[in-house]
């Protein structure tokens, strides 16, 4: 059974910085590519970045380019993503998501494990 915890939510001031931790309970997990979703209240679920098996390769949405970072830890079996000058519209449950091939990829129906998601509430 795969599990996926993230953690490292809360609320913060606009402008502020949060690091969210995705820990996976997957032996393989070095071998899969990870990403980050987020819904914001009212809309759909949204890509937010995406890194490969390796964390030689990483995708973000342009929404969140040069604020947010993901990265990883095979020997630890973490993914995380700092988020840097955060904004109200980042507002949002955030999920993090584990793609089999290894391939990063910005759709979810290609995301097979996903975690429960934690919440970032962002004030202005």
């Known amino acids: 059974q795969v599990q996926l915890v993230e953690s490292g939510g809360g609320l913060v001031p606009a402008g502020n910085s949060l690091r969210l931790s995705c820990a996976a309970s997957?032996?393989?997990?070095?071998?899969?590519?990870v990403a980050w979703f987020r819904q914001r209240p009212g809309k759909e679920r949204e890509f937010v970045a995406a890194?490969?098996?390796?964390?030689?390769?990483?995708n973000y949405a342009d929404s969140v380019k040069g604020r947010f970072t993901i990265s990883r830890e095979n020997t630890k079996n973490k993914v995380y993503l700092q988020m840097n000058s955060l904004e109200p519209e980042d507002t949002a449950v955030y999920y993090c998501?584990?793609?089999?091939?290894?391939?990063?990829?910005?759709?979810?129906?290609?995301?097979?494990?996903w975690g429960e998601g934690t919440k970032v509430t962002v004030s202005s």
């Open positions: 998501a584990v793609e089999l091939n290894g391939d990063i990829r910005s759709v979810d129906r290609d995301y097979a494990y």
């Open positions: 997957i032996r393989t997990f070095r071998t899969y590519a």
């Open positions: 890194i490969d098996w390796s964390g030689g390769s990483t």
